[in-house]
């Protein structure tokens, strides 16, 4: 069965320094593959999306993630943290072709220190 | 153009208590799902909807159901409520059913169960 593991709950960096929030991801075939970001009390923004093609994968405000297939990991990153970047980010996984159950790791919280 | 619009955005029922939740989709979006958010954890799928048909189920137990009007909102509804049934709810809306054509969530029914 699919699953997605985000090995660290909480990370805290300074503001302007780079951000790499780990995903791993269990799947058979070739898997659709998404990080969203949610702020307090908020719903699920997508931020990017992979579903083939080019491994690195631009998205909104600054983020890409990079698809390893040997590693089975699909890493967000952004090159310099803003205050607004805190939330709680999260990395599922869609099987294909339908996304009627998308799989979602069980997110990492992303504190911004002054 | 509105975004996904889910109601009522907080409410508290007592154990054994039926509860219904409302969500319409982005204007055009022809597919609704159904996530459980329980605390610190990812969401869950709980249904699929599309075009009024049931497009996929999650693991959850037959006191949950859902239908999908002809106008393509949604409701979700929870018989027999138990305290594990505390969660943030969310619907998001696609345009069809794929998972190329991604999600848009709403900002979620706080259901709180005592």
């Known amino acids: 069965a699919q699953s997605v593991t985000q090995p660290d709950i909480h990370i805290t960096v300074s503001e302007g320094a780079s951000l790499e929030l780990r995903c791993n991801y269990s799947?058979?075939?070739?898997?659709?593959l998404f990080w969203y970001v949610q702020s307090p009390g908020q719903g699920l923004q997508l931020l990017l999306k992979y579903f083939s093609g080019d491994t690195l994968v631009q998205g909104i405000k600054g983020f890409e993630a990079e698809f390893k297939r040997s590693q089975s990991s699909f890493n967000l990153r952004k090159p310099s943290v803003h205050w607004s970047d805190a939330a709680e980010y999260f990395c599922a996984v869609g099987r294909t072709p339908n996304n009627n159950d998308m799989r979602f790791g069980a997110g990492t919280r992303l504190t911004v220190k002054p | 153009d509105a975004g996904v619009t889910q109601s009522p955005t907080h409410l508290i029922k007592t154990r054994g208590q039926h509860v219904t939740l409302r969500c319409s989709p982005i204007?055009?979006?022809?597919?609704v799902s159904w996530y459980q958010q329980v605390l610190g954890q990812g969401p869950q799928f709980i249904f699929q909807?599309?075009?009024?048909?049931?497009?996929g189920r999650g693991n959850f137990p037959d006191r949950f159901s859902a239908r999908q009007f002809p106008n393509y909102s949604s409701e979700l509804n929870v018989n027999a409520l138990l305290l594990g049934d505390s969660a943030l709810y969310l619907c998001a809306s696609s345009l069809a059913v794929g998972a190329n054509y991604g999600y848009t969530f709403g900002s979620g029914t706080r259901l709180t169960v005592v």
């Open positions: 799947y058979g075939a070739t898997p659709y």
């Open positions: 909807y599309y075009e009024k048909e049931e497009r």
């Open positions: 204007s055009g979006h022809k597919s």
